[in-house]
């Protein structure tokens, strides 16, 4: 789901990712009310204007707990903090996917990272 809310150049796509663990690897438990963490990157394709944007992972379920941060990154891939705002919100799981929205406030369409970390 890539719906646009906004006026904007074109719909982030993913662009490229981290390798992704899932729920079939027997990772460690990590006590107390949680049993799994899991992270993973992926890389986006320039955008501005705010979307809800999903990531397809099957380590996520509809109780997850999912936090979702992003970030401009430069012609290599490295985060920075630029003048641009990047805002997350609304992050909402679901079984084997994650839909979120994204705010890229700039007058310009910018290159993106999210890094995601999934708690079951």
């Known amino acids: 789901m890539a719906a646009v809310e906004s006026s904007s150049i074109e719909v982030p796509r993913i662009a490229s990712s981290s390798q992704l663990a899932d729920r079939d690897q027997g990772l460690a438990a990590i006590g107390g009310n949680g049993g799994a963490v899991w ?10 204007g705010t979307f809800n944007l999903q990531i397809a992972w099957n380590a996520i379920g509809i109780d997850s707990t999912v ?44 290159p993106m990272r999210t890094d995601v970390v999934v708690f079951n």
Do not use: C, M, Y
């Not at 992270?39 to 501005?48: E, L, M, S, V, Y």
């Open 39 to 48: 992270r993973g990157w992926w890389t986006w394709t320039p955008g501005n």
């Open 67 to 110: 936090v979702i941060t992003a970030s401009e990154i430069d012609g290599n891939g490295h985060r920075f903090v630029g003048a641009a705002p990047f805002q997350v919100s609304s992050i909402a799981p679901g079984n084997g996917v994650v839909t979120f929205k994204i705010n890229i406030g700039w007058g310009s369409a910018l």
